[in-house]
Every structure is written in structure tokens, then in C-alpha cells.
């Protein structure tokens, strides 16, 4: 099955700065790569997306980049605010019934 | 709109004792159903996932079980409880190869 590694397992970054999350997968079947945020006490919501055919994607703060070649893909997040914090999760979709590998996660954490 | 809704919101059970956690999806039909668990407020374990009625895979002997009695419906079950089944549990559907998975908002699960 796919295995998906993510580094760093914690971040903290003064407010107003950028943040980089980056996962690796295994499976070069895999096509598609969600991010999470899960704030405390709560499940994980979606918070951008992309597909095998896109090289980046951009949401307002928010950015994931692709390597297919590489097999990694990154999450930016530029002008960090405090309510940025919480733990991020990628994943990979794998060959198998569309299920989803996650990484480990991240804890972001933004110092005002 | 799809909506998920997963109950109790927190649940505090006795060593020994048994346990049912109900997870329902509105607004699509044949999804893939999740449980996953976070022990320690991180990593996302997968418990069991069902892709139709009656049909459940399970990722870790345990002392768990699921049942799918309707299309929508997912529960999960134990007859008793250990400490270690303490932990945050949440629900999952997607549509099959289409988009991510959609989180509900957990079950928080101390044994005592």
C-alpha cells in the first residue's frame, strides 16, 4: 500500500511569517493529495487540495505544491496568524478503493 | 449538502463495559464509511472502513468491531471496554475515487 511520510512533526513561527510542511509518498499511482487542519477537540476538515495533473494550487494564504517525479508535496502558508495553529495532516489517494494514507501530522504552532 | 453527524460529542465509560458509537451520512448515497482513532491527539489510525452494507475491513485486530446496517449508517462496537480503547474517535465518508474524506466532529472516549 502507499506510505506517506510528514516532516516537520512540530513548527512554530512568529506571526506574520510563512510556514512549510512537506510529505513524500510512496505509490506513484497515487493521484490525488488533500491537506487537513485539525483544530483542538474537533475532526479534521479539508483545507485545499490537488490533483496529479497540477503542479501547484493557490487559496488566498494558502499554497501545495506537487512533485510527481520527486514524489512529494509540500503545503505553504504565507503571513502565518495565530489562528493558523492547529495539527495538519497530508495524504495520498492510493490505487486501492480511493483510500486515503495519511502522514503523521504537524503541529503548527503561531506566536503572536 | 452532505452532512455527517456522529454521537456522543464525549463519553465516559467503566473497564469492562460496552460500547456503541453511531456515525450517519445525509446527502449521498453508497459511501465509503471510516473509523478512525487518535490515541495521543495526532496520528490518525484506521480502524475500519466499509465500502456497502455488510461489508466491513479491518486494519487492526483489536478489540473493536463494526457493523454497516445501512447504506448510511456505521457503528462502532465494543462488548468491553479496556483503558487503552480511550481515545478520539472520528467518522469518515468519501465517495468512492472522487474527492477527500469528510470528517465528523469526533467522540471523545475516556475509560475509566
Known amino acids: 500500500g502507499e506510505n506517506v511520510e510528514q516532516h516537520p512533526s512540530t513548527l512554530s513561527v512568529q506571526e506574520g511569517d510563512s510556514a512549510v510542511i512537506k510529505c513524500t509518498y510512496s505509490?506513484?499511482?497515487?493521484?490525488?493529495f488533500p491537506w487537513y487542519k485539525q483544530e483542538l477537540g474537533k475532526g479534521p476538515q479539508l483545507i485545499i487540495d490537488?490533483?496529479?495533473?497540477?503542479g501547484e494550487k493557490k487559496d488566498q494564504r494558502i499554497a501545495v505544491t506537487l512533485n510527481k517525479t520527486a514524489k512529494h508535496f509540500s503545503l505553504h502558508i504565507t503571513e502565518t496568524q495565530p489562528e493558523d495553529s492547529a495539527v495538519y495532516f497530508c495524504a495520498a489517494r492510493g490505487s486501492t478503493l480511493g483510500r486515503l494514507y495519511f502522514g503523521r501530522g504537524t503541529q503548527l504552532t503561531v506566536w503572536p | 449538502s452532505q452532512t455527517i453527524h456522529q454521537w456522543p460529542a464525549t463519553l465516559v465509560q467503566p473497564v469492562g463495559s460496552p460500547l456503541s458509537l453511531e456515525c450517519t451520512v445525509e446527502g449521498t448515497s453508497n459511501p465509503n464509511l471510516y473509523w478512525y482513532r487518535q490515541a495521543a491527539g495526532r496520528g490518525l489510525q484506521l480502524l475500519f472502513y466499509s465500502v456497502g452494507i455488510g461489508q466491513i475491513s479491518s486494519e487492526v485486530p483489536q478489540n473493536l468491531s463494526a457493523s454497516r446496517p445501512q447504506d448510511r449508517q456505521f457503528i462502532l462496537s465494543s462488548k468491553k471496554l479496556l483503558l487503552s480503547d480511550s481515545g478520539f474517535y472520528l467518522c469518515a465518508w468519501s465517495v468512492l475515487r472522487v474527492y477527500g474524506y469528510t470528517f465528523g466532529s469526533g467522540t471523545r472516549l475516556t475509560v475509566v
Open positions: 505509490d506513484s499511482a497515487s493521484n490525488y
Open positions: 490537488i490533483r496529479s495533473n497540477v
